[in-house]
Each structure stands twice: as C-alpha cells, then as structure tokens.
C-alpha cells in the first residue's frame, strides 16, 4: 500500500484542499462521475464541518458542553418541554443519545426530566431556569460567530446560499428517495 506524502502536494494544504484531489483522482479512476454533483456534497460537508467545528470549538465547549448538548438544549428553548423522541427529531439526533445526553444535563442543572403523561415510559424533557440562561448566553456568543461567518459573503450571496439550502433542506423532507434518519 502506498502511503500518503504527508509533505507536499494539495492534500498537505488541509481539510478543505482535500476536495480538489478528491474531485480529480475520482474523475481518472471513474469517468463518467458527475464532477458538480459530487463539488455540492462534498463543499457542503466540508464547510458545514468546518463551521460546527468552529462553533463547538470557540463557543460550546467553553460553555461547557458539546454541539449535541447545544442542538439539544437549542431544541428545548425553541420547542418548550417536549417527550425525548420530539426533542431527538428537531435535534437531528437518535432517541438513545438524546436520552444519554439528557441524563448528562439534568445532573448539570440545565435539563428537567419528567414522565410523559400520555405515556409512562416516556420522558418530557425542559429547559430549567439556568439552562436557560445558559443556553442564551451562549447563543448570543453563538450568532455573533455566525454572524462572522455571513459576513465572508455579500448581502446578495448570502440571500442566494439562504435560499439554495433551504430548497434542498426542504427536498429533503418532500423527495421520496431521500433516507430519513428521524
């Protein structure tokens, strides 16, 4: 097996370099690859890793928790007390984690945990007083980094990413042959 040169070349120049070498090599080894279709996915993800990295880094940690505690926490301001599998779906997570997680942030102080009244073995899941203040503390340190990020682009530039995403967020939902985790 040939090992990677860690030294020279566009791989060495980082995260978001490997798209090139990886949009190139896959082109000579599989002609025929739709080269734009494959620049969305892997530029989506690449940026969109960049940014939680950025956030979780310089704003969540210091907080004291991690991007999923954040989604979480987020979810429960948001939505007001919600039954755990609720909380999972608009977090974008599993019922399991959200259900570990929540054990984490009530012995925290930041999350109620009480029976579901529609069904016992359920879990309704708020916010209490100092997750709330914590979680808005937090956030407003977490919109002014992204309020950074928008800024790299122009009023007319974000309003057209804005609204590409959300046609694709919104696809989706809606398009049949997406595979839905929640």
């Known amino acids: 097996m040939v090992q990677p040169d860690r030294g020279?070349?566009?791989a060495a120049d980082g995260f978001l370099a490997?798209?090139?070498?990886?949009?190139?090599?896959?082109?000579?080894?599989?002609?025929?690859?739709?080269?734009?279709a494959m620049t969305m996915v892997l530029l989506l993800h690449r940026v969109a890793s960049s940014?939680?990295?950025?956030?979780?880094?310089?704003?969540?940690?210091?907080?004291?928790?991690s991007w999923s505690a954040f989604r979480l926490l987020f979810a429960l301001w948001v939505g007001g007390p919600q039954e755990a599998s609720g909380a999972a779906r608009v977090a974008g997570m599993s019922r399991a984690a959200v259900s570990a997680l929540a054990k984490t942030l009530h012995a925290a102080g930041l999350v109620d945990r009480a029976p579901d009244d529609r069904d016992r073995r359920g879990v309704?899941?708020?916010?209490t007083p100092t997750g709330a203040?914590?979680?808005?503390?937090?956030?407003?340190?977490?919109n002014q980094r992204e309020a950074e990020w928008a800024a790299l682009l122009t009023p007319d530039e974000l309003d057209v990413l804005n609204t590409v995403l959300g046609k694709l967020a919104k696809a989706a939902q809606v398009q049949d042959w997406v595979n839905h985790r929640f």
């Open 124 to 127: 309704v899941l708020s916010l």
């Open 51 to 65: 940014v939680v990295y950025d956030l979780e880094s310089t704003v969540h940690r210091p907080a004291g928790w």
């Open 18 to 36: 490997f798209t090139e070498v990886a949009l190139d090599r896959t082109a000579e080894r599989l002609p025929g690859t739709d080269r734009s």
């Open 8 to 10: 020279a070349g566009p």
């Open 133 to 142: 203040e914590r979680l808005e503390a937090a956030f407003r340190a977490h």
